[in-house]
């Protein structure tokens, strides 16, 4: 009887309100939003077949349920949200796209998604930093491969002229540094305020990648 009752519930449209959930416009945006966190492909469309906003917004970092989907490496979902009409370029409240939030967290397969989907790789935020600088910045070494791999550009620089090497260095992230060095990148670049890579590893303490970095050829005097 137990079960009936169970099963009785889970087949109301109003589903929600058997678990004691409010069936209100706000909580139908929050069951969007944890459906496309959690990849939920049957709960994604149903409530969006019920006309929930593709594009609400999470509380406080302003995600929508794309940025969840692809952050969360849930492709499948990226694909159905895309497919639906998701703002593919859509930006939270620090200026990034859900590709940038994707690479920061290392997210290949939700990166992967949104780039045949036709996210623009090298979309910059606010602060002018790429994909690629994100997953620079956080060490996220396999991320870094794959986005040069699509092409993303080896020594783009941010507003105050740092490359990704530079932001690499800057917060100690040895894996992948190595790797942009590997693929070429510049060790002679210099920021505005006429700063190497391996000044910017020394200046944040870590000598030893500041030497490696040195080693990879000679850089001129300031």
Request: aromatic share 4%.
């Amino acid at each position: 009887m137990r079960l009936r009752s169970l099963l009785f519930c889970l087949l109301l449209p109003l589903a929600a309100s058997c678990a004691g959930e409010a069936d209100t416009p706000v909580a139908r945006e929050e069951r969007l939003l944890r459906a496309a966190r959690e990849g939920d492909l049957e709960d994604i469309r149903a409530l969006l077949d019920r006309g929930v906003d593709i594009e609400a917004r999470n509380p406080g970092d302003g995600w929508t349920p794309l940025f969840w989907a692809a952050v969360r490496g849930k492709s499948q979902a990226v694909k159905l949200l895309l497919s639906r009409g998701a703002q593919i370029e859509v930006r939270d409240r620090q200026g990034l796209t859900a590709l940038m939030a994707a690479a920061r967290w290392g997210r290949k397969d939700g990166v992967g998604s949104l780039l045949e989907g036709g996210a623009r790789l090298n979309a910059a935020d606010r602060n002018g930093w790429t994909a690629l600088m994100w997953a620079s910045f956080k060490g996220q070494t396999d991320m870094v491969a794959f986005l040069l791999d699509q092409g993303a550009p080896l020594d783009g620089r941010d507003p105050g002229g740092r490359t990704p090497l530079m932001l690499a260095a800057m917060k100690g992230r040895v894996k992948a540094a190595e790797l942009l060095l590997s693929r070429g990148a510049s060790i002679t670049a210099r920021t505005s305020e006429r700063e190497t890579a391996s000044d910017l590893a020394k200046a944040s303490g870590y000598d030893d990648l500041a030497r490696r970095i040195r080693a990879r050829g000679v850089v001129t005097s300031r």
